[in-house]
């Protein structure tokens, strides 16, 4: 039997990033490695129709269409494998609550939610662990907004907010409250860019290929436990990259004395470590997972009632 709440799906948010698939309580890197037998290493291994994946050894390389193959449907699997784990779930209806880059959503959204309803039925294995899905729907909303769908009451006059992810940065006014559909962008941002810019620096200055993780380490945390003259390139580099990023957003007409910033997304640690800004201008979110949590708070109300399962 399926596992309901009064009869209603559980509702799975899913923010699908390039670098990240974060859900409600979780976030895992959207790697996806393929196998036709079953691997040695299995701790993060899903098993779906005789074939293995593990997933979370790497982030994905970035496509502006995240249907050109199945890996965004496998890692859906495993978001939904995580959430009804904490749930002690392991048979459910599932409602997915899912996003799209804002000024994709008109174009893609049909197409992205057959996608993800391309069967009505999943059975599949996940760390061990035997589930079984029926998918009730799927509703596909704008990132970064449904971040702050919970908080609109606070944007008061006019406000720009930011979703900085791995491979793409949205930007959207909210006005007195309500977005402002014409002025919307997205631009190819992210933190996964900024790495890139790192690396290259890191090697023309010193001649070494310094591991991702550290400089995740530091991009996120602004620290690491290496030596000085690395660290300080480290930052010099993502500093550069992020006066990139503000001067795009001023292209896009932002002005710190006529309008408040918001910036939400796994890449707000890039402006809260690196940029010069008025902590009284700018918000910074960096709850990886608060878009996901939008999601859920957007599809419990379309779905007509007050929260998720």
């Not at 079984?132 to 702050?148: C, E």
Request: aromatic residues 12%; charged residues 25%; glycine residues 10%.
């Amino acid at each position: 039997m399926n596992y309901t709440m009064n009869n209603k799906p559980v509702i799975i948010g899913i923010d699908h990033g390039y670098g990240n698939i974060k859900t409600a309580h979780t976030c895992f890197k959207t790697g996806v490695t393929v196998y036709d037998k079953e691997p040695t290493f299995k701790s993060d291994m899903l098993a779906y129709e005789g074939r293995y994946y593990i997933i979370g050894d790497e982030h994905k390389e970035f496509t502006a269409d995240k249907m050109n193959d199945q890996d965004y449907y496998i890692l859906t699997l495993a978001a939904i494998a995580r959430e009804l784990n904490i749930r002690g779930l392991i048979n459910a209806e599932v409602f997915l609550a899912v996003g799209l880059p804002l000024t994709w959503v008109s174009e893609q959204k049909d197409s992205f939610k057959a996608y993800l309803l391309q069967n009505k039925e999943a059975s599949f294995s996940f760390r061990g662990k035997s589930y079984r899905v029926t998918f009730a729907g799927a509703a596909v909303f704008p990132q970064g907004f449904s971040a702050v769908a919970d908080r609109l009451r606070e944007f008061k006059g006019v406000n720009m907010l930011c979703d900085i992810g791995n491979g793409t940065m949205n930007v959207m006014y909210i006005n007195n409250g309500k977005p402002v559909a014409s002025r919307c962008f997205t631009e190819k941002f992210g933190t996964q860019q900024c790495m890139i810019a790192v690396r290259e620096k890191l090697m023309q200055r010193f001649g070494v290929a310094v591991d991702d993780t550290v400089i995740e380490t530091v991009l996120r945390f602004g620290e690491a436990d290496i030596g000085q003259q690395y660290l300080d390139a480290i930052r010099e580099s993502a500093a550069e990259y992020v006066a990139g990023i503000m001067r795009r957003l001023r292209e896009h007409e932002y002005n710190p004395e006529l309008m408040k910033l918001y910036v939400v997304g796994g890449g707000s640690c890039l402006i809260k470590n690196f940029a010069e800004y008025d902590p009284a201008r700018v918000t910074i979110n960096d709850d990886i997972c608060a878009t996901a949590k939008g999601y859920e708070l957007l599809a419990s109300g379309s779905l007509g009632r007050t929260g998720g399962v």
